[in-house]
């Protein structure tokens, strides 16, 4: 945190970890020269940049600047037309990760009980079953977890249902988690819930994690620091470090200091949208 109650919170190219120009700190994720168009929309265009390890990242912007193209783009679900993304100098292939996607309903199996969707990627891996049943034990304990997970999908709530897609991403014990907005569908009090649920699981285990959100006091509230990223070719526009302690708890969000990143945050990606 700066000194000066009254000075901006830091910039992406000054002490920033993480920036379009190159990172200063312990990059986990290095991303070179990334491209990527879609028809005539360019989003991409030699795009560099690099994540640090074991932060919480949000990513903000305006709508359509490539926010869920970047983390499908790093996690391989789409190709890049050109570039490098390399995980400690290892390919994708390499790297241990977890994606928790938006729409929870569609990313779990229908005809699978909720345990078997959270044991699938292990089951996937030739993990043994003993060792199986061992991590689900652990991973319900360390998340307090109380929902009966001999359920089927569509006997949960949709809340519930998003739960058991974290913890499928989450069971594999990844090095790096992605997640796109993956409170959207939530009603508001499960959405406050698993927000505290995923602080602290972030703060048990200091997993790398890239987090795609559309509101901003959830990105702030969340995050270590906060990408915001221009309109397409997309770059970095901005890069905010939060710096407020954790836990952070419903009394944090009307503090000054979460008041005046957000509002600085707000201001940046306002300038985004009018193009100014």
């Known amino acids: 945190m700066a000194e000066d109650a009254n000075a901006p919170p830091s910039r992406a190219g000054a002490s920033s970890p993480l920036s379009a120009a190159g990172a200063t700190g312990d990059a986990h994720i290095t991303i070179r020269g990334l491209s990527k168009t879609f028809g005539d929309a360019v989003i991409y265009d030699n795009f560099d940049l690099d994540i640090p390890r074991g932060r919480f990242v949000s990513v903000f912007g305006p709508n359509g600047c490539g926010k869920s193209t970047l983390i499908n783009l790093i996690s391989g679900l789409i190709d890049p037309d050109a570039g490098t993304i390399r995980f400690d100098g290892k390919h994708l292939r390499d790297t241990n990760f977890g994606y928790v996607f938006q729409n929870y309903r569609e990313a779990l199996f229908p005809w699978m009980r909720s345990i078997d969707n959270i044991r699938y990627p292990l089951k996937f891996r030739n993990i043994p079953r003993a060792e199986q049943r061992d991590r689900v034990d652990r991973l319900v304990e360390r998340l307090?977890?109380?929902?009966?997970?001999?359920?089927?999908?569509?006997?949960?709530?949709?809340?519930?249902?998003?739960?058991?897609?974290?913890?499928?991403?989450?069971?594999?014990?990844?090095?790096?988690?992605?997640?796109?907005?993956?409170?959207?569908?939530?009603?508001?009090?499960?959405?406050?819930?698993?927000?505290?649920?995923?602080?602290?699981?972030?703060?048990?285990?200091?997993?790398?994690?890239?987090?795609?959100?559309?509101?901003?006091?959830?990105?702030?509230?969340?995050?270590?620091?906060?990408?915001?990223?221009?309109?397409?070719?997309?770059?970095?526009?901005?890069?905010?470090?939060?710096?407020?302690?954790?836990?952070?708890?419903?009394?944090?969000?009307?503090?000054?200091?979460?008041?005046?990143?957000?509002?600085?945050?707000?201001?940046?990606?306002?300038?985004?949208?009018?193009?100014?």
């Open 144 to 276: 307090g977890v109380t929902i009966d997970l001999n359920k089927y999908p569509y006997q949960m709530s949709g809340g519930q249902q998003q739960l058991v897609s974290i913890m499928r991403s989450l069971v594999i014990e990844p090095e790096v988690l992605f997640l796109d907005e993956p409170f959207s569908a939530l009603d508001y009090e499960m959405t406050l819930f698993m927000r505290d649920q995923l602080q602290a699981l972030f703060m048990d285990t200091k997993t790398t994690m890239v987090f795609v959100s559309h509101d901003l006091e959830e990105a702030v509230y969340l995050a270590d620091d906060v990408m915001l990223l221009s309109r397409g070719p997309a770059e970095v526009a901005d890069y905010v470090n939060v710096g407020i302690p954790r836990p952070r708890t419903a009394a944090t969000i009307s503090e000054d200091e979460f008041v005046q990143i957000k509002a600085h945050c707000l201001e940046v990606f306002q300038k985004l949208v009018r193009g100014t």
